[in-house]
């Protein structure tokens, strides 16, 4: 059985990150959305919202899971007994910064691979931190959120 763990912080999850698990889907037997609790980290949303959205998007993708965990995502993917990780590239910043993680993870988590999946043109510019600018100036963050899911 071929498991990932789709790891971030979905503060909140956006349509990059849903097209992204949706392209994925086909290649994994199970998929595991894992919310990472990290206790110096404030987020605008609670981890029961995050988690309510993102059952929301995939409630007809039953090979689609939505977790919470604490700790390092290497350890929880042994505890799951996930051998991918998966994550997505929009940019060069996103590439610097995950190659490290990803050789990190590979050394802490005993040859756990992670696999790289570039984003859509038209959702490259997509990140949850826009998202709660635009909330946070009283704007309409629709356009850049999964259908139907209204904040
Ligand atoms: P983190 O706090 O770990 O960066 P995020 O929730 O911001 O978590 O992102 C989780 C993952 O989703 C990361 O691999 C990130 O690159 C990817 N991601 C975020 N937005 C997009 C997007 N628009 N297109 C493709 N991948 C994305």
């Known amino acids: 059985m071929?498991?990932?763990?789709?790891?971030?912080?979905?503060?909140?999850?956006?349509?990059?990150?849903?097209?992204?698990?949706?392209?994925?889907?086909?290649?994994?037997?199970?998929?595991?959305?894992?919310?990472?609790?990290?206790?110096?980290?404030?987020?605008?949303f609670s981890l029961e919202q995050r988690m309510e959205w993102i059952n929301e998007v995939f409630k007809k993708d039953d090979s689609v899971i939505v977790e919470a965990y604490e700790g390092l995502t290497a350890h929880y993917c042994q505890k799951v007994g996930a051998e991918y990780l998966l994550r997505g590239l929009r940019n060069a910043s996103d590439f610097d910064y995950e190659k490290t993680i990803s050789q990190l993870n590979s050394i802490v988590g005993g040859g756990l691979e992670?696999?790289?999946?570039?984003?859509?043109?038209?959702?490259?510019?997509?990140s949850s931190t826009i998202v709660r600018e635009i909330i946070k100036g009283g704007g309409d963050a629709t356009p850049f959120l999964p259908e139907g899911m209204k904040i």
């Open 2 to 44: 071929k498991t990932a763990v789709f790891p971030g912080s979905f503060d909140p999850f956006t349509k990059g990150h849903e097209e992204l698990v949706k392209r994925a889907i086909p290649l994994f037997d199970k998929i595991i959305i894992a919310i990472g609790s990290n206790s110096q980290k404030k987020y605008l």
């Open 114 to 126: 992670t696999i790289f999946l570039i984003s859509e043109p038209q959702y490259s510019h997509f």
